[in-house]
């Protein structure tokens, strides 16, 4: 048997524990978390948001019986996406498939409850325990209780050995840390230029007067790259993102209730009717977040370490793919154990040569399909609907609009960016130009 080691339970690291362990008694599988076990603490809005799932995360889940019942069960499909204008008036764009949308805590406690709940016997899970250092040669890892105890000063250390290491962990990986010391490893990250809050609007009671389809993805946009998404929940609350350029931030700017509540009422009226002092107050203690994003050249270290999801390609949120990638990174790795009857040195090479090409698409797709400036926001929707029209005509030759294209999983990123190179690199130069601008505004205020 082999002892496989996988470092982080968020959606890859769990998915992979749920693969490795069906193909017959050949993996002991260990998971270190570095946080509490979601199941026992009460659910955090801070490190929360929505993601969206199309056929690319969602057929994944599909091959684990069981498992999209149970992931639906905590989820709410949505149909389109509406487009509100500060004018009141909106645009609605109808998608040919929906999207299965719930929040990144509930998809990965729904994973581990279907994991314990089918493998109990066979899997081990260390919650509050992190990696802190890597030895590739001696295939050991050493690893820490995190206390969570404020009596307890000292935190147990621990070695163990394994045969494959995972570095399902995120995009600040420790696992990728220890990689860039092998030979010809190259990796790069870089934060988005854009920030975000999380927004979560209570169910109201009594429902005010604003038209908000429970089974629609809402969006608003402002002039200097400001924008907000948000969706119901199951519960009929709602929970989304504001989205600001970093540089130059307004939403720093705002440090009363009193700021948070006029600058929603002016900016994004039907958030504000849906927002109660008490989430204003939240709003305000909560974190401003960056995204990290990455790009390796491989994804593997000889037949014993492997990268996965945002460890090895985290991407901006802005067409929601990093869990759908992350998702389907497990599926394609246990189709290589399948094709190389799960020998590891080969299926992880192989797994860096099919997956890279991807990786790096899905990287472009993300940073450059979506325009910041408005005049490209226009073009943008018009491509949309010409896109559209194009495919039904001809779906062989024509692929759907990029947003739809991204969630499919009859196609790879390398192919979809290709067909929509053209479209990148034009809001590729447009993307660049506008954050210079505002950085260079924000010099020239602070008289710098
Ligand atoms: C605002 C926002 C919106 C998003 N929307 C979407 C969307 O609509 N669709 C979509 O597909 N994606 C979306 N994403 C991206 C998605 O959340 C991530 O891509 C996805 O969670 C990646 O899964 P993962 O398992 O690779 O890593 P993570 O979810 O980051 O999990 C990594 C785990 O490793 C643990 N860990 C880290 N370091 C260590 C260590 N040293 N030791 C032990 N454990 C460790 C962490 O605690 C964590 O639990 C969004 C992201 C953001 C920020």
């Known amino acids: 048997m082999k002892k496989v080691a996988i470092i982080g339970a968020g959606p890859s690291g769990v998915l992979l524990a ?9 993996y002991q599988i260990d998971i270190y978390e570095r946080r509490s076990d979601p199941r026992n603490i009460a659910f955090s809005k801070v490190r929360s ?18 498992l999209v019942t149970a992931v639906k069960a905590v989820s709410i499909e949505k149909v389109g996406t509406i487009i509100h204008q500060k004018n009141g008036k909106t645009k609605v764009t109808n998608r040919q498939k929906p999207l299965v949308t719930l929040d990144r805590t509930h998809l990965a406690t729904v994973l581990l409850e279907k994991l314990l709940e089918t493998h109990n016997q066979h899997i081990n899970i260390h919650f509050n325990t992190q990696l802190i250092a890597v030895d590739f040669a001696a295939k050991k890892a050493k690893l820490q209780k995190i206390s969570t105890s ?15 290491l995972i570095g399902a962990d995120g995009a600040r990986s420790v696992v990728r840390e220890y990689l860039s010391n092998t030979p010809d490893f190259e990796f790069e990250q870089n934060y988005v230029l854009n920030a975000y809050k999380s927004i979560f609007l209570p169910k109201p009671d009594p429902i005010p007067d604003v038209n908000l389809e429970k089974n629609k993805i809402h969006t608003w946009r402002l002039t200097g790259g400001i924008s907000v998404l948000m969706l119901y929940q199951l519960d ?20 009363t209730v009193d700021e948070v509540l006029t600058f929603f009422r002016d900016n994004f009226p039907e958030i504000s009717k849906l927002m109660p002092v008490s989430e204003a107050e939240e709003f305000l203690k909560r974190p401003i977040s960056r995204v990290l994003t990455v790009r390796c050249n491989r994804y593997h270290y000889q037949d014993s370490v492997l990268l996965l999801g945002d460890a090895a390609h985290a991407v901006s949120p802005s067409i929601g ?27 992880l090479e192989n797994y860096s040569l099919r997956r890279h090409p991807d990786g790096m698409a899905v990287r472009e797709l993300s940073d450059y399909s979506f325009p910041v400036s408005k005049k490209l926001f226009f073009e943008f929707l018009l ?21 739809e294209a991204v969630f499919q999983d009859n196609l790879s990123y390398k192919e979809i960016l290709d067909y929509y190179q053209n479209w990148i690199s034009k809001v590729k130069a447009s993307n660049i130009k506008f954050y210079a601008n505002v950085e260079n505004n924000k010099q020239s205020n602070s008289g710098e």
Request: aromatic share 10%; net charge negative.
């Open 18 to 26: 749920h693969y490795l362990l069906r193909r017959n008694d050949q």
């Open 49 to 66: 948001f929505p993601i969206s799932l199309g056929d690319r995360g969602m057929s994944p889940i599909a091959q684990i019986p069981g």
């Open 150 to 164: 404020v009596n307890t000063e000292v935190e147990a250390e621990f070695t163990i050995d394994y045969d494959l």
């Open 236 to 255: 009929g609350a709602m929970s989304g993102v504001i989205l600001f350029p970093y540089a130059n931030n307004p939403i720093a700017k705002l440090t």
């Open 321 to 347: 793919q990093g869990c759908n990638s992350a998702l389907e990174d497990v599926f394609i790795f246990n189709q290589l154990l399948d094709e190389y009857g799960d020998n590891l040195a080969i299926a």
């Open 383 to 403: 491509l949309n609907t010409w896109t559209k029209l194009l495919h039904n005509i001809f779906p062989q030759r024509c692929l759907p609009p990029i947003f």
